[in-house]
């Protein structure tokens, strides 16, 4: 009866066009580089007091979805993630888009998050309280390892030698470290700036590294644009069926990576991306073409960031335990709107609640022929002369940089990020492992040394709890398992 009330509340025509709104204007806010979907949310949230509830919780959770999934379309035609979570595979992307491929890339993106979307929306349905409750096990030991993981899957998921990615992953964890210490408070690399005394901001450095460092790289050494028309259904979704068989396990691994990790507050739909990419790259028979252009590596990241989103919504509506920066704004909207969330909001607002899950399984479904036309709009965009594209890129760069952090600073942050990834990139260093770093460094720090304090300096408390030894044995083998293997090679091969 519950369900029922629930359909009949997101099937009401003001709710519908609420939604359709909703995803046109998140499909084209993550489509611009130095846009987020945290950003397109937090504007949304004046306009959602004059709705009533289920409208306005329903146009956030579509506009969520839209954008995640939306943050692709730059990342495979222009090199430049239109969100964090997006960041992961845009390199092979774009190589698949510069061999022509670009319909194979983003169709394929675009089913993998539809698929990944569902995941999440069906998950919240059917087991929201109960993932909830395991969420809430995680303690500091728990996350320090989840970190962990995350720092190995960093320099799992690039293509260059380790060496270069570890290389990339000290960058990015130092440019963490800049600011405040998380525990003790303890001013580090801050020069007597009271600009960095905050620390650098993670969207305008990841703007500079990916977007501006793309810009500079343009602008000394011209290059033709993938051609990407014409963009027709027939021609994206072509051959789309053989992939979708070969790599359904992988598909359903990464969601529920995605959702699992989502889950976890403090991780979100970013870190959901590298580790399901890693995940994949381990695990697959053509590991040879990771690196290369392949949607072996596209499909399980993408489809683990956008069901990360379904993840997020489990202790965020339960335990109003925000899972990362996006749904901590959607806590705000669901406080405005007079649904407090916690333990009993599936007794006192089961119908509110639930109207929520079934608008966000709609959205994840209606983002194919609404993901195609953005696809295609984004094409004509790429039609204009490559200078004044990129001239309109760092343009939407320095105002996405400046809306962050309403600084000026973020502005000068963003233009020295994009000289460090020009530089990074010109001697084969990758970014991917940077941006993970950023993530991932203060977590690492402030759990560390929080975990420390609690087990009174002793270390065995870290691998004590079963989670966190569990989590401990995932990172140690992701360690060295690759490096038995290749021994093992070695020695049976032929002299």
Avoid at 276 to 293: E, H, I, M, Q
Avoid at 358 to 363: K, R
Avoid at 416 to 428: D, I, P, Q, R, S
Wanted: charged share 10%; with cysteine; net charge positive.
């Amino acid at each position: 009866m519950v369900a029922l009330d629930a359909i009949k509340l997101v099937f009401e025509p003001q709710t519908l066009i609420v939604m359709v709104a909703c995803a046109i204007y998140g499909l084209t806010v993550g489509a611009i580089p130095g846009f987020t979907a945290t950003m397109a949310v937090a504007l949304l949230v004046p306009v959602t007091y004059f709705m009533e509830p289920v409208p306005a919780l329903a146009g956030v959770v579509t506009l969520s979805a839209m954008a995640i999934f939306a943050g692709d379309i730059p990342g495979a035609l222009l090199r430049m993630p239109g969100t964090p979570a997006s960041a992961a595979y845009a390199d092979e992307s774009y190589q698949m888009a510069q061999r022509g491929e670009a319909e194979t890339a983003l169709g394929m993106g675009l089913i993998a998050s539809s698929i990944g979307g569902v995941f999440g929306a069906l998950l919240l349905l059917i087991a929201a309280p109960a993932l909830a409750e395991v969420a809430l096990k995680f303690s500091s030991f728990e996350y320090f390892w989840l970190a962990c993981l995350g720092l190995v899957a960093a320099i799992a998921a690039t293509d260059a030698h380790p060496a270069k990615g570890a290389i990339a992953l000290f960058i990015g964890l130092s440019i963490g470290m800049v600011g405040l210490d998380p525990v003790m408070g303890q001013l580090r690399f801050t020069f007597g700036s009271a600009n960095l005394i905050g620390g650098l901001g993670f969207i305008p450095v990841l703007i500079g590294l990916f977007a501006i460092s793309e810009a500079l790289r343009y602008g000394l050494k011209p290059t033709q644009r993938p051609d990407v028309s014409p963009m027709k259904m027939r021609v994206m979704f072509r051959g789309l069926g053989q992939h979708l068989r070969r790599l359904k396990w992988s598909i359903g691994r990464g969601a529920g990576i995605g959702a699992i990790v989502g889950a976890i507050p403090g991780a979100g739909a970013d870190i959901a991306a590298y580790i399901s990419y890693a995940v994949a790259r381990k695990l697959s028979p053509n590991k040879d073409k990771f690196g290369t252009g392949t949607v072996d590596g596209i499909a399980p990241a993408t489809s683990a960031n956008n069901a990360a989103v379904g993840g997020a919504l489990i202790p965020a509506t339960v335990f109003g335990i925000p899972g990362d920066s996006l749904t901590a704004v959607i806590i705000g909207v669901l406080y405005m709107k007079g649904l407090n969330p916690g333990p009993t909001v599936f007794i006192m607002q089961p119908t509110l609640l639930y109207a929520i899950f079934i608008a966000f399984l709609l959205a994840n479904i209606i983002m194919i022929p609404f993901g195609f036309a953005a696809i295609a709009l984004f094409r004509k965009i790429l039609s204009a002369p490559p200078s004044v594209v990129m001239a309109l890129v760092v343009l939407a760069c320095i105002v996405g940089a400046f809306a962050v952090e309403n600084t000026t600073f973020a502005v000068l942050v963003m233009l020295g990020a994009g000289l460090l990834g020009f530089y990074m990139e010109e001697n084969g260093i990758p970014l991917a492992p940077a941006i993970l770093g950023v993530v991932l460094g203060p977590i690492l720090e402030t759990t560390f040394l929080t975990s420390l304090a609690k087990a009174q300096g002793n270390y065995i408390e870290f691998i004590s709890r079963p989670l966190a030894g569990s989590l401990a044995a995932i990172t140690v083998a992701l360690i060295f398992l690759p490096l038995i293997a290749r021994i093992l090679k070695q020695r049976n091969s032929p002299a």
